[in-house]
């Protein structure tokens, strides 16, 4: 079955840590690979997209992504977190199919303690 | 604001009641989608529209849901008869046409049944 594996469901960090947070996903086929953000009170944004080409992705605000192809996974990374970062953060996957619909992984709660 | 926008925001209701809720996509975008989001988990898809034509439901979506999308544009979706297992937050994503494209979230309607 398709689905996304979200292994670190709570994160506390103190400011200017290192974030590495992991997804996998289940299918071998070809993929889309998404991360989400949301911060409190807010709607889901888009972090960063990985479609083809350099695995290695960037997003907003400081974040990046690399997909492994041969280890299903498209972890988020980001070198120095700010108190800012606390939030929700979502790993998603584009399966294929005519509907593009988006399988999520349980989430990941982010909290930076300044 | 030119994103997803999403109506109630919130809304409490009676168990048995019927509620409905509207969704107004980024005008370009031909694409629709309803999410539901319980409580630590990741939003888990329940239909799709390609313009008015309604592509593809999840076995989550029971007879009791039914969603419409007239014209193309806005998208309703209706529960009858809830359940206190309909608390939910309930998200409308819309994108252009293509698989390498982002869906957008609008901020979702928050349900709880009493």
């Known amino acids: 079955a398709q689905s996304v594996s979200q292994h670190n469901h709570h994160v506390i960090l103190s400011e200017a840590a290192s974030l590495e947070l992991g997804c996998n996903y289940s299918y071998g086929g070809t993929v889309n690979l998404f991360w989400y953000v949301q911060y409190p009170g807010q709607h889901l944004q888009l972090l960063l997209k990985y479609f083809s080409g350099d695995p290695l992705v960037k997003g907003i605000k400081g974040f990046e992504a690399e997909f492994i192809k041969s280890k299903f996974s498209f972890n988020l990374r980001k070198p120095s977190v700010q108190w800012s970062d606390t939030a929700e953060y979502f790993c998603a996957v584009n399966y294929g199919g005519a509907t593009n619909k988006l399988i999520f992984g349980t989430g990941t709660l982010l909290a930076v303690q300044p | 604001d030119t994103g997803v926008s999403q109506n109630p925001r919130h809304k409490i209701t009676k168990r048995g009641q019927n509620v409905t809720f509207r969704c107004d996509p980024i005008s370009e975008h031909n694409r629709l989608y309803w999410y539901r989001q319980t409580l630590g988990q990741g939003p888990e898809f329940l239909t799709y529209?390609?313009?008015?034509?309604?592509?593809?439901k999840s076995r989550l979506l029971s007879d009791r849901f039914s969603a419409e999308r007239p014209k193309g544009s806005f998208s309703t979706l209706e529960i009858q008869r809830t359940e206190q297992g309909d608390s939910a937050m309930y998200l409308c994503?819309?994108?252009?046409?293509?698989?390498?494209?982002?869906?957008?979230f609008g901020q979702g309607t928050r349900l709880t049944v009493v």
């Open positions: 994503a819309s994108s252009s046409g293509g698989r390498n494209t982002e869906a957008f």
């Open positions: 529209f390609q313009n008015e034509a309604q592509l593809e």
